[in-house]
């Protein structure tokens, strides 16, 4: 079995779990979602993976086109409208590198599927990454030694601590409790 498939079955994207914490992350960040396609988002933005043969590299980094196009087919705004390509981009740029390479911003998806690493407990992160072993691809990063000499756990850690730095850079705060707080500006982002 791929170790997209296997994510998705029983590792850090679990189809139970993951959408779970990106519903607390999301009402953490902009309230309950009041459109039922959110909630549909958030079970289907990573089902790409599925079949997929990395988690990061050249397979698996593509893998919010099937959502994206998923949506896009069933919600997508006629070609013209300036609605268009809202789902399309919604689904999409939950991913950085994918925004970036548009030239465009993550979306309101990346930010609550970036918040619900933070507020997941480290142990069990840990646990499902290692049950699939995704998380020495994740480790390793692209060939490099980005965790090199940390546990899993101080990884983990680090890279929560790298997310927290990054939500801090797009304008958000955090508390003294650790709990994000979302500036007037950073939530009106799209
Ligand atoms: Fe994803
Ligand atoms: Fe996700």
Known sequence: MNIGTKSLLYGYHCFFI???ALLCAWVKLYGWPR???IYLAFF???LGYW???DMDGESGKNHPYFGARLMHTFFGGLPGQPDHREWYNFMLYHSRSLAKADGGK???LC???KLAII???TWLQVLLMSLTGEIYEYMTGRGGTVGAGMTKRQWVEKMKADLREWFISEGYEFNASNSIISTA???TKN
């Open 18 to 20: 993951h959408p779970l």
């Open 35 to 37: 459109d039922w396609r």
């Open 44 to 46: 289907v933005h990573d």
């Open 51 to 53: 079949g997929k043969s």
């Open 106 to 108: 993550p979306s309101k």
């Open 111 to 113: 930010y609550a599927d």
């Open 119 to 121: 507020i997941q407990p």
């Open 185 to 187: 500006e950073a939530a």
